[in-house]
């Protein structure tokens, strides 16, 4: 499955039971609704806990935190979780002044999500 916004590119595959999205471009006022619904399917198709690699996704804006905590919320009554990995910098300081490091989970690597999501 793909899907493109005038600003995201947005591609999955699944791994070991995991859902692996990767996003590429910028999460803001254009792309969100795009990438929210994307997760959405995914997590009405049952895929399992998604791990978004954020690696390609080098700005976010308020419309892309939200359209992440309403995929979170909706994965946690299933016991599922959403994990990030490979954030840029940037995105990383977005998150962390909005205060979604503490909501989300936010790891280094794919294989540290892998690992966090096995938890």
Same mark, same amino acid.
């Given at each position: 499955m793909t899907a493109e916004a005038p600003e995201i590119t947005i591609e999955h595959e699944t @791994? $070991? &039971?995991?859902?692996?999205v990767r996003p590429s471009g910028k999460l803001d006022t254009l792309s969100a609704k795009t990438f929210e619904t994307y997760l959405k399917e =995914?997590?009405?198709? %049952?895929? &399992?806990?998604?791990?978004?690699?954020? @690696?390609?996704?080098?700005?976010?804006?308020?419309? +892309? =935190? %939200? @359209?992440?905590?309403?995929?979170?919320?909706? =994965?946690?009554? *299933? +016991? $599922?979780?959403l994990v990030l990995f $490979?954030?840029?910098? *940037?995105?990383? $300081?977005? =998150?962390?002044? @909005? &205060?979604?490091l503490k909501i989300l989970k936010v790891v280094g690597s794919e294989a540290d999500a892998k690992a966090e999501a096995g938890k």
């Amino acid at each position: 499955m793909t899907a493109e916004a005038p600003e995201i590119t947005i591609e999955h595959e699944t @791994s $070991e &039971g995991f859902a692996i999205v990767r996003p590429s471009g910028k999460l803001d006022t254009l792309s969100a609704k795009t990438f929210e619904t994307y997760l959405k399917e =995914l997590v009405a198709a %049952r895929t &399992g806990t998604l791990l978004i690699d954020m @690696s390609n996704v080098d700005y976010v804006t308020s419309f +892309g =935190l %939200r @359209s992440l905590l309403i995929v979170a919320k909706l =994965l946690a009554p *299933s +016991g $599922e979780q959403l994990v990030l990995f $490979e954030v840029n910098p *940037s995105v990383v $300081e977005v =998150l962390k002044i @909005s &205060g979604f490091l503490k909501i989300l989970k936010v790891v280094g690597s794919e294989a540290d999500a892998k690992a966090e999501a096995g938890k």
